[in-house]
């Protein structure tokens, strides 16, 4: 690792040290703006999957549990894979369904909708289906298929991890 960092202020380069490594003791002030920023980023993931929850009928103990789990193994600059107990993605998946749909049939008509009002439809068209609806069926169908594609080819990319290091 190199003991410089280039980064872009204005159009201009500047070398900046990279003052942090593994292993590096914290002070006060570092530690404070390390968990200003892990508490920002946990807020900005958290957000949108509590919205969803609440509307969902979710109980607050049982959002804190599911952001415990979360955040106790919350590694910065990681990229997160749904683990067992983690938050559902199907409602997520359903609603992107939702709105390829609805994005369409406005196509069809003419219509000139802006994103918040096809979502609004969206979330509309899924809560008239229901918990069990064609959409959310196939959303999770989808979530698991991607699961278990995911769990098939570990070992080929630990292979390729491997041959890349």
């Not at 204005?10 to 942090?20: A, C, D, K, S």
């Not at 593994?22 to 404070?32: K, P, S, V």
């Not at 998946?93 to 196509?107: E, N, P, S």
């Not at 979502?119 to 991607?146: C, F, H, K, N, Y």
Request: aromatic share 4%; proline share 6%; no cysteine.
């Amino acid at each position: 690792m190199s003991d410089h960092e280039q980064i872009t202020i204005q159009e201009t380069p500047f070398r900046v040290p990279m003052r942090y490594q593994a292993g590096h003791q914290l002070n006060d002030r570092e530690a404070m703006a390390l968990n200003q920023a892990l508490h920002e980023n946990l807020r900005n993931i958290w957000a949108p999957k509590v919205k969803k929850g609440l509307e969902n009928g979710e109980t607050p103990e049982t959002l804190q549990a599911q952001f415990d789990e979360y955040a106790q193994s919350y590694e910065f600059g990681r990229r997160r894979t749904r683990r067992s107990g983690g938050p559902d993605p199907v409602p997520a998946i359903a609603l992107t369904m939702a709105k390829d749909i609805v994005r369409r049939a406005v196509k069809e008509k003419g219509l000139d909708w802006p994103t918040a009002k096809v979502s609004e439809a969206a979330q509309q068209l899924l809560d008239r289906q229901g918990p069990d609806g064609p959409l959310v069926q196939a959303a999770r169908q989808r979530a698991e298929a991607e699961r278990a594609a995911g769990e098939s080819v570990m070992a080929e990319v630990g292979a390729v991890l491997d041959a890349a290091a």
